[in-house]
């Protein structure tokens, strides 16, 4: 089965280091999400990507984010200069048209921000 | 601004009890309602999508229903199972708002 993959697991960087985390998703859907949790809080909408454009994005979003698919498969998230309040869980999502836009997640990479 | 929230946020139940997980939502303006599993240090399983013009979702053990009306929906679990043991999620699309979920744990 088809399924949306994430590089790193775990990413470990210093404050105002930029780290770009990866995204496989899955390969006929057209809409890309990153979300966010940190630890022991609700998951956050960060950015929704629809033909190579940034469809909606979040309050959190602001201009240390930015998204990419630089080539036909990956979808990236880059954060231009960490904060120790970045840490937290990343996911990426896709979905497809139809079927309501149901989305699938991947199983997401641990930022920690030291 | 739409507020999504799970009740109970715990619960503990014997296996093969048949459960009831709620949540609630503020702007009955939602596009869909989708329901997650989180397991541990995991990612997210979607569960079912229920789409804003439907009533109702089924699959296997699980079913779900929506009333926009009020803002509510529910997931029924029949025949709990310790791997069902997770936490469990909802999420309303108009603009991707997540409950901070139910942690249910299904005793052997």
């Known amino acids: 089965e088809p399924e949306v993959t994430q590089t790193p697991s775990h990413q470990v960087t210093q404050m105002g280091q930029e780290v770009i985390l990866r995204c496989v998703p899955i390969?006929?859907?057209?809409?890309f999400y990153w979300y966010r949790q940190i630890l022991g809080q609700k998951v956050e909408f960060l950015v929704s990507?629809?033909?190579?454009?940034?469809?909606?994005k979040s309050e959190i979003f602001d201009d240390q984010f930015s998204v990419e698919r630089p080539d036909g498969s990956n979808f990236t998230l880059k954060i231009r200069s960490t904060k120790l309040e970045d840490s937290a869980m990343y996911f990426c999502?896709?979905?497809?048209?139809?079927?309501?836009?149901?989305?699938?997640f991947g199983p997401g990479t641990r930022l920690t921000v030291t | 601004k739409q507020e999504v929230t799970q009740i109970p946020a715990a619960l503990s139940v014997p296996e093969g009890e048949n459960l009831v997980l709620n949540c609630s939502f503020t702007d009955s303006a939602i596009y869909n309602l989708q329901w997650f599993r989180q397991d541990p240090g995991k990612g997210l399983t979607s569960l079912l999508l229920?789409?804003?013009?439907?009533r109702e979702q089924t699959s296997g053990r699980l079913n779900a229903s929506l009333d926009k009306s009020s803002g509510r929906s529910t997931l029924y679990i029949a025949a709990s199972q310790p791997g069902d043991s997770a936490t469990y999620l909802c999420?309303?699309?108009?603009?991707?708002?997540f409950g901070s979920g139910t942690k249910l744990n299904v005793k052997p």
């Open positions: 390969s006929n859907h057209l809409y």
């Open positions: 229920i789409q804003s013009s439907q």
């Open positions: 999502a896709s979905s497809g048209e139809g079927q309501g836009y149901e989305q699938y």
């Open positions: 990507f629809y033909n190579n454009e940034i469809s909606e």
């Open positions: 999420a309303v699309r108009d603009k991707f708002y």
